[in-house]
C-alpha cells in the first residue's frame, strides 16, 4: 500500500483546494492509498475537500501570510514571523525528520512550505512541490522585499530548487530561476449545475441571475452589510454575518458548502486567487474582481483568465458602497466562451503515481527479501508504514 505524505500551507483554503483533486485523482489510481495531511487548516475544510480515511497532523508547516482580511496583507508583522521561524529552523527541521522517518511515506507532496521538503530530502524521501507560487517569490516580490532577511531567502529559494520537481498549475508565477520546475495545465474541480433546486430553495425568481460573493476563510467579511438591496442578482455568500437580505442567501444556511453553488451561479465577485480564478475557468462563470494591489501572484492571475472568461475589475470603492450595477451588467451581456479543461489534476497524478509505486514496489521488495533472509523460504509481505 503507497501512502502518500501532503504538507500544506493554511494561508486561507487555497493551497489545500490546489492539491486536493491530485490527491483524489492518485486515490483513484492506487486503491488502498494511505493520506497523511500535516496542516493547521481546518479539519472540517480538509474533511470536505480530500478523500475520507486521511490523518491529519494538525500543526502547520510553515508561515503563510498575516492578513487584514481577504484584501490586506500585514508584510511588515510577517517578516517577524519569518526571523523567527528562521531562528528556530534546526530544531524544527529535526523535529520534521524524525516524524518523516516515523511515518515512511513513499512521497512528500509539498503545497508550498520548504520544511517538510528540505527534511523529506535530508530522511532520503522523495518529495515534490506543487504550486502556483512559492514563498520565496512572493517575499522577493513583495513591498518589503529589501527587508527579507537575508537567511530566509537563502533557505527557502535552495530548498524549492532541491525538489524532485517543482509542478506548477497554470495559471502560475514564473518561478524561472526553478531548475526542477515543469508546467502543467489547470488544476480545479467541476462542479453539478444546480441552479432549479437553489431557486426552489431561495424562492428566487427564473429571470434572475445567482451571483456568488467569493473571498474565501476570513469570518465577518461582509460587503454586503452596507449595501442597498437591489433586483439585478441574488447573491450567495457563505454567510450573512450582519443577517438576513431579501437579496442575498447564506450558503451555510441550507447546509451547502460553495462547491455546491458554484455552477449554479451566472458571475462570482472575489479577489484573485488561484482557486477562485481556476474554478471560474473551469465551470464557466464570469468574475468581477478586486485587486488586493500588493500581492505578486496577481500578475499571473489576471491576464490568464482573461483570455479566458469575461472579467471586470471593480475598485474597493465601489466594493465598499455596491456600486456594481454597470460592471455586472457588462458581465451579463458578454459572450461566455467554453469551459476550461482542468488537465493539471491527470497530468500531475501522472508525474507522481510512478514516484509513489516505485518506491512502494522496492519496499516491498527489500520485506520479501528481509522474510526469505529468516525463514529460508520466499514470502510476500504487506508493505507497513511506520506511523
Known sequence: MSHLFLAVTAHGYGHLAQAAPVVAALARRLPGLRITLQSDIDPGFARSRLPPGFTQIHEATDLGLLMDGPLGTRWSDSLIRYADFEADYDRRLEREISLLRRAAPDLVLADVPWLPLDAARRAGIPAVALCSLNWYDILLESPVADQVPARVMERMRAVYAAAELFIRPAPS????????????GPIASRYPDRREELRARCGVPADRPFALMQFGGFEGFDPLARWPEQDQVH?????????PRRDATGIASLGLRVPDVMSSC??????????????????????????RGDWPEEAA????????????EVT????GAGHLAEAIH????????????????EEVADLLEPLLEHRSRRAAHASRLGSA????????TSVVDGS
Open 173 to 184: 508565477m514564473p518561478m524561472s530561476w526553478l531548475p526542477n520546475a515543469i508546467d502543467v
Open 235 to 243: 447573491w450567495l455568500a457563505q454567510d450573512l454575518p450582519a443577517g
Open 266 to 291: 451566472d458571475l462570482m465577485l472575489c479577489k484573485p486567487g488561484y482557486g477562485t480564478y481556476s474554478e471560474a475557468a473551469v465551470n464557466r462563470i464570469p468574475v468581477l474582481y478586486v485587486k
Open 301 to 312: 492571475l489576471i491576464p490568464w483568465l482573461a483570455a479566458r472568461m469575461p472579467t471586470r
Open 316 to 319: 474597493r470603492e465601489e466594493l
Open 330 to 345: 457588462a458581465l451579463r451581456t458578454a459572450d461566455r466562451p467554453p469551459a476550461v479543461e482542468p488537465t493539471g489534476i
Open 373 to 380: 533472509d529468516s525463514t529460508g523460504t520466499s514470502s510476500v
